[in-house]
């Protein structure tokens, strides 16, 4: 069962503008010009570098911290014990992979069948479940529940993230991501701060978003941010994911 209690802080113009700045990432790359198209990879393995370091200094640590919170928590019919955490974002990440099969095996078929891309059930049920993941991010940034100090460090790894997110995306759903997709995550991502400047949930259910978040987040980053080994750029993971990581281990 959710229960939400009125929220104490309704958020700040700072929390607006993180974000803006987080929603931009389905909007912006594709006002890119050309010379930073050519660097699109670099990107991407930068993006997946800031990304995985922040999941694995951050993100889960929060999570073990908060894992108390689920105990006793019914999800689904079962009942939540603190050493489920690591279980939900597994969870998490195995439903990211269940939707990029489905986008992917879909996709197969039609190029099999010389076909269009996916359809619109497969482009729903993929942009449903990213919508969510979105609406979280932005509920984590209202409410200053990010997995570390700072919530820019959160906004802009989220940012970076997303970047990557929006490219595969819009390799499944070329058409329809470029003229429906990309403003509905970018949608999301405020609904979710909407929702978190007026309610707060329970610590228990935040916990499981967070978690799945999480999961996902990984899956996602390797996937997305890491293309195959010769389009990658290690040293551009290497430089996101060192100098990310040094900041975020001195706090």
């Known amino acids: 069962m959710v229960v939400v209690v009125p929220s104490a802080d309704p958020g700040s113009v700072l929390a607006g503008l993180f974000v803006l700045t987080v929603a ?43 894992r108390e919170t689920i105990e006793g928590l019914d999800l689904l019919g ?19 992979y269940g939707l990029e099969r489905l986008a992917s095996t879909a996709g197969t078929t039609s190029r099999d069948r010389g076909d269009s891309p996916p359809g619109a059930t497969v482009f729903a049920a993929h942009v449903g479940g990213f919508s969510i993941y979105n609406a979280v991010i932005g509920y984590a940034i209202v409410r200053g ?21 929006d490219q595969a995306m819009h390799e499944h759903h070329p058409h329809l991501y ?34 799945l978040l999480t999961g996902g987040i990984v ?18 993971f290497a430089v996101g994911a060192g100098i990310y990581g040094a900041i975020l281990v001195s706090l």
């Open 145 to 165: 529940e990010t997995g570390a100090e700072s919530v820019f460090l959160f906004t802009i790894a989220m940012a970076l993230h997303l970047f990557g997110n």
């Open 78 to 96: 079962v009942t939540l014990v603190s050493e489920h955490i690591y279980l939900v974002a597994f969870v998490g990440l195995s439903l990211f």
């Open 24 to 66: 931009l990432a389905h909007l912006l790359p594709h006002q890119f010009p050309e010379a930073i198209e050519r660097r699109r990879h670099g990107l991407l393995s930068l993006a997946g570098g800031v990304s995985i370091v922040y999941a694995f200094v951050h993100l889960f640590p929060e999570i073990d911290h908060r």
């Open 178 to 211: 470029a003229r429906y997709g990309r403003f509905v995550l970018a949608a999301a991502v405020a609904l979710g701060a909407l929702i978190g400047a007026v309610v707060v949930f329970d610590p228990g259910v935040y916990t499981v978003a967070l978690s």
């Open 219 to 236: 899956f996602n980053a390797i996937k997305n941010e890491l293309p195959r080994t010769r389009d990658s750029r290690f040293w551009a």
